[in-house]
Every structure is written in structure tokens, then in C-alpha cells.
């Protein structure tokens, strides 16, 4: 009969006896010698196989242990309500992981949970099915090293550090970064997934619990070709190498963490970085060069997701073709902008600000609105130069070319941006998405190879692609090699008061009220406009239909992804930008976290004008207005 625990020593993780079966990370199975108590509350074990004192927010029981009862009742925890996890000391809930120790010692709630308990189990039976029972046959992940950097103020990234395509397999080091004001208590649950293009999951790499004061994670991994094929269930014609085989069905693999919470249940998804989209810079691996024929092939399919990018490196045509004008380790983005824009007055903005910051305290006014988060006001103020020639082709149809100058931005950053062709929907002009695209420039930019940049015909110059489209292929119009008049002809300085809605499955959405003065550089005259702006900034994780990422698509080729041979073809690359016919692809309007943007929209809409809403005049794009009101155009 299994022996019980002694009386909870601190509230994270009740210490467990000497000679408990558990395991961890780093020593995989090991049996507990000793256990301490630190002043902070935590235990730290001794086990066997390890050197060192491990944090228990890392040691899982292998053996059901009955836990006796407290010599006190315990205080209600959420848990007994909503099965999302216990209390804290200060009485606030967890936000994110339940531990499965403290809360979910056995297996079936352990799964209703969705611990990291049951996640490790889960990763075991589904490597058990790919690779069997030996454990020589799986592939090779280092002990995790946690340590702590209170520089790191973003909310999560997933940096691929460095990678190798050898004769033996794939080989990768990745770092987990969280920001130290958001990791969770008793710990973080960041599940690391191996994904194929598309976003297909082939394997969970690691299941990382850092402790709350470690928010700094580093690991590696290595998978041979052979264990690369099982976990693609490849049927390999005789005679064709098990690597070629492999690079054919797998050409790109992508490294993603997801960042796990209870808010709302169940762990389930709430953040994620990396991946075969490389949210945040970071997270793709080429397993061959990617070409543009590569490139051109992969525009069969659509490109849904909100916004996509990549550091620029010499793997990019264009970044070969203008290396000169690019600056190299800078993201060119692309973006399909779904954004409301509302002109109101001068006493309206004023009105809009006071309603929004008395909204920041009401926690039940917000969740009448389905807004589960809502972040604190953020005041920017940032400086648009745009630039046209002398007919002032792109300002008349409200096409932007601009350079952005952010207060905060760094001295001699040359942000330069474009906003091409808008749709809307049928039968619902306020409902509109626009297609975006920016990059950065090394200055000094020489204006005879910007016009090159601009009119370059390249598979993978998005930038120059999203112009031409906007300008609707005009031979008259889109040709900026002749453009030698492009210069400033408008400059716009503005205010912004931006705050951020979290809803439900992590959809954000921005709200921005802001005042903006365009200036005519030849005359000096001015005027001002107000609005109210709304768009998308986080996409939605839908954990029924994954994130924004498709499916894996299939091109025409010689073999199958299997590897059998037949008319389905090979997995197509995943390209990192959007193109023209992405913008009409018809399932924009209905994905899911549009719909929640919309409705939040909508009620804010109301919330802040009452019936008064539907009277504003829709906005569209500042600087067309701006330049009207100049009477340029």
C-alpha cells in the first residue's frame, strides 16, 4: 500500500518522503533522498543521479501517493468550482499551469486538467507508438538550463539559436524567453512542438515547467533521418536514400512553444512564438534551400494569417538582390490589416479617453463587454513622412508610402511602409481588410535603388508586389523606376492613446484614439483630424482548428509526402509573406477571431457613443483625408 505525505510544507508542493519513485528533466527516473524547504516557500530535492538540489516544481511522482489530510480544512480553491487549479497564499489565483502534485494526484484529473503530468505521459504513449519501447530508438533533448533575465520585458519568444542538417539527422539549440511580471505561479507550462509546414504537430520536443523565478530556458535536440521518417510515416521507395526521402515530404520543420493557462478551464493554449510561421523572428528551419520556384509554387494556396514576417538573410532573393538597401537581421512583415476607422471631434476624443480610462478599473463593465483582459493606457506619438510624386498618384488613391519616426525608435531607423488594394465585404462597407507591407532600409538610401526596390519584379519582393497591386498594374503608374520627382509630400505628426482587449482564446484587439496634424511641406499648412481606431493585434488560438496556420498544403511534384509516388505531390514551403490573391481569399471575414473583433468593436462602439455610433463617418486611410483637406487631391 502506497505511503502517504506528510502535512503540506508550503503551499506549492507538499515535500514527498525519502524514497519516493519520481521524475524529473534532468535525471529522467530517480527515487528522492531528501527534500528542504526554502525560505520562499519552495522545496528543492535531492534525487538520485543528480549533482545538485532540484526545484519540485520540476520532480513528478511515478507512483500514486495517497496525500493525508491536512490537519486543517483548507481554504476553497477555485479548482473545487472550475477545475482550473488552487488559490495562492494572497488569495489570487494561478495564472497559468496547475501543479499536479498539489492539485491533481491522480491520473484522470490529472488529464481533466491537462497538467504537465498528463502532457509528459501523453508525449510518452505517442513516441511509444512512433518508436517503440527502446529507448535508444527516440530522439536525443539535453536536461533543460533554467536561469533569469529581468531585462526581458516582452511577453514570450522562442529563439532558435542555432541548427545543423548534417548526414546524421537535425540537430537544434532554442531558448524560451518569458517575461518575469507573467510567469505563473507555482510555475509555467510551455509545451515545445517539432511542426512540419502548415502547422501539422509531428512531435513534442520538451514540456517546460520553469520555475517563477527562471524565466530564462535553454535546451537542445536531435533527431536522426530515420526517426524524422517514422514521425512523418513515410513509405520510402527502394532505393531512395532515407535523407532524400525525408527533405522531399519535410523541406522546412518549425520549432513553436506555447505558453499554457487556466483562465477559462482546462490548460489550454493562450501565447505562442516560433513556429513554422516564425512568430517574433525566430522558430523556422530550412532543411534545404528554399528557392523561388519554391516560392512561386506555394501562392496556390492562401495565406490566412494576420501577419507574417522574417528576419532578412541571404537566404532571400531579395535580400541578394538588395542587400545594399536592406538592412540584414531586419524583419520585411506583411499584414492583412482588419481595422475600423471612426472620425469623431476634438470634444468626442477628450470624452473617448475619460470613458476608456474609468473603464480600466471596472472589471465587470469589461466582462459585460467579453473582454477579459484589458491592458493599461500607452501614449506614443510618432512622426509619418509620405512620400508621392509630383501628380500625386498615390495619395489620390489612398495609397500609402511612408517612413515612420516612433519617439522611442533608435536614431537612423528607416522604416518604410506600404498600404496596397482594401476589400470589404459584400454588402458591408464598414467590414474592410487591407493588405501591408513594411521593412527596413540602411541609410544612407540611395533614391535610384529605392525606385529599383519598388519596381522589382522578384517572387519574394512583397514590398514592391503589394505597390504594384494597389496601384492595379497600371504600366503608366507602376513603374517607380521613373519615379525621379518621388519625394515628401505630406508629413503627418500624431498622438496616440492605445489600449489592448484580450478576449476569449487570447484574440486581442487594439483601440486607439488619436489626434493627427498633416502638414504640406511646400506651403506649411495644416490640419488636424481626430478618430477612433480598432484592429487586430494578437490572433485568436482556436485549440478545436489550431491557431491561423493552414493546413499542410500539397504541390504538384514527382512524390507524394509519403514518398510513395502519385499526383498528390510534396509538401509545399511555407512562404513569410502574404501576396496580392491572399487579400480575396473569401474565409477572411469569417474566421473566428474576426468575428470576435467585430462584435467587441461593435459593443465598444456603442459603449463609448451610445446611438450616436452609427451617425461617425467611416475613416479609412488619415493620410487620403488629410491631403483632401490640404486640397491636394
Known sequence: MPTSTPAPVGWTNPPLPDGAEVWTPSTGDAVIIGSEVKANGYVYYRCTGAAEPISGMTVYRRRAVVPAPPADPAPPSRSAATGAGPV????????????????????LQQEEKRTPAFLRRQRERARERVFGMDLSNRPTVTPP?????????????LIVNGYGVTDDGLSFQVTVLSDLTHVA???????VTL??????????????TPPPDQNVCTFSASYTWNQLAKLLGLERPEGVPVRAAVVEALPQAGIRAEWWDAKTGPNAPAYFSGGIEQKNGSGRIDLRPVTADDLKASERRAKTAWAVGEPLRASRPVYRAFGDLLRPGMEMATALEAESEFFISGEQHVSVVAKLRALYSRPEELKSLGVELMSAEDVRRCTDTYYDIPELALLRRAIVLRRRRISSAEAGDFLLAVKGRTVARDGEPGERIRLASQVHLAEPVVPAR?????ADGGVDNAFARILADGLGNRPDLAEPRGWEGLAPRLVVTAQRVRYSFELAHSTTVDLSADTA?????????????????FGISHAGMFTDHGTSAEPPPLAAGS?????????????????????????DAPELFAKRDYLQYRDLRDRMMHHLFGYAAK???LGGTKSHTLARLLDLV
Do not use: Q
Open 185 to 191: 505561479v507555482p510555475h509555467d507550462l510551455i509545451p
Open 88 to 107: 495562492g497564499p494572497d488569495g489570487r489565483e494561478p495564472r497559468h499551469a496547475v501543479h499536479p502534485d498539489a492539485s491533481a494526484p491522480d491520473p
Open 615 to 617: 451617425d461617425l463617418a
Open 450 to 454: 529605392l525606385r529599383e526596390f519598388l
Open 145 to 157: 538550463l533554467f536561469s533569469r533575465d529581468h531585462r526581458f520585458k516582452d511577453l514570450a519568444r
Open 195 to 208: 511542426e512540419a509546414p502548415g502547422g501539422r504537430g509531428l512531435d513534442t520536443v520538451i514540456i517546460l
Open 559 to 583: 512524390g507524394t509526402a509519403n514518398g510513395t509516388g502519385g499526383a498528390a505531390g510534396r509538401v509545399l514551403v511555407t512562404r513569410p509573406y502574404h501576396v496580392p490573391t491572399d487579400l
Open 517 to 533: 496634424t498633416g502638414t504640406d511641406p511646400l506651403t506649411g499648412r495644416s490640419r488636424t483630424v481626430h478618430t477612433v481606431e
